[in-house]
Antibody, heavy 118, light 107 residues
Framework: EVQILESGGGLAQPGESLRLSCAAS????????WSWVRQAPGKGLEWVST????????YYADSVRGRFTISRDNSKNTVYLQMNSLRADDTGVYYC???????????WGQGALVTVSS | EIVLTQSPATLSLSPKERATLSCRAS??????LGWYQQKPGQPPRLLIY???NRATGIPARFSGNGSETDFSLTISSLEPEDFAVYYC?????????FGQGTKVEIK
């Protein structure tokens, strides 16, 4: 059974940083691209970033480019999202998701809540 | 950026009725279009990929259709558990984009 578990969410003040982690099990982690998708309270889904499986290519939404960095550690079956210079509009639930390059978002974690507020 | 426009915003139907949801793309996405279902307090679930292929475990009452810029998701006979929000998403271009969602509610 595939399990995806996010951690690292919480409360941050504007301008601060947070790092989300996502640990996956039940599949060959290194064989897939991994992405982050977020959802502001009461709003729709917004793709944030994708890390390609083998080429290491990374992709970002314009809204986070230059502030967020996605990375992965295949030895730990973990993908990360380093979030710097946080803004109030970064508030939401951040989902770690399998896929994003040559496939759709097939498996989703339960999400990590990030709240940016002074 | 490819903009996906879903309609209607809300669909009010009764169980056993047929639901048809629409997703229109601002430019062609070929067959790189998928659909997700999200229930309150839960993450989204992939229903349909590449326009018309059901994901693992998705019942046959869900079907997808369309090409290029116009797509639809049909639920042939609504079950109580189908009342939820549905999103379309394209993976043809970067950035990946979602539609704004259609809420299927009980009439």
């Amino acid at each position: 059974e595939v399990q995806i578990l996010e951690s690292g969410g919480g409360l941050a003040q504007p301008g601060e940083s947070l790092r989300l982690s996502c640990a996956a099990s039940g599949l060959t982690f290194s064989a897939y691209a991994w992405s982050w998708v977020r959802q502001a309270p009461g709003k729709g889904l917004e793709w944030v970033s994708t890390n390609g499986k083998s080429d290491g290519n990374t992709y970002y939404a314009d809204s986070v480019r230059g502030r967020f960095t996605i990375s992965r550690d295949n030895s730990k079956n973990t993908v990360y999202l380093q979030m710097n210079s946080l803004r109030a509009d970064d508030t939401g639930v951040y989902y770690c998701v399998k896929g994003g390059t040559s496939s759709f978002f097939g498996y989703w974690g339960q999400g990590a809540l990030v709240t940016v507020s002074s | 950026e490819i903009v996906l426009t879903q309609s209607p915003a809300t669909l009010s139907l009764s169980p056993k009725e047929r639901a048809t949801l629409s997703c229109r793309a601002s430019q062609t996405v070929g067959s790189s279009l998928g659909w997700y279902q999200q229930k309150p307090g839960q993450p989204p679930r992939l229903l349909i990929y590449d326009v018309s292929n059901r994901a693992t475990g998705i019942p046959a009452r869900f079907s997808g259709n369309g090409s290029e810029t116009d797509f639809s998701l049909t639920i042939s006979s609504l079950e109580p558990e189908d009342f939820a929000v549905y999103y379309c998403q394209q993976r043809s271009n970067w950035p990946r984009t979602f539609g704004q969602g259609t809420k299927v509610e009980i009439k």
